[in-house]
């Protein structure tokens, strides 16, 4: 996947990381090193797993306060849920 797959995604999923690897990434946002023993987010394009990318967490803050980063919910209306689906 290249930077510009990631970056035309229309929306992303963004949790905080947890990896123990020792292993040193780049982040997608500032194209700075990120050793992944230190606080990180993890950001999945359109909720692709497998296109993960480990993010500075103050890049991934930057980019939702710019726009860059929607979320799914900021892009696409909210599921009904089980019950309101059975029921309608």
């Known amino acids: 996947m290249t930077q510009d797959d990631f970056r035309r995604a229309r929306w992303y999923e963004v949790r905080a990381a947890s990896n123990r690897k020792p292993a040193t990434y780049t982040c997608p946002f500032c194209r700075g090193r990120l050793p992944s023993l230190t606080a990180h987010m993890l950001v999945f ?39 309101s689906r059975l029921f309608r």
């Not at 993960?52 to 980063?69: F, N, Q």
């Open 45 to 83: 394009p359109e909720g692709d797993h497998g296109r993960r990318r480990h993010a500075h967490t103050r890049c991934v803050a930057k980019a939702r306060s710019e726009g860059r980063l929607p979320l799914r919910e900021d892009v696409e209306p909210p599921r009904r849920g089980w019950l």
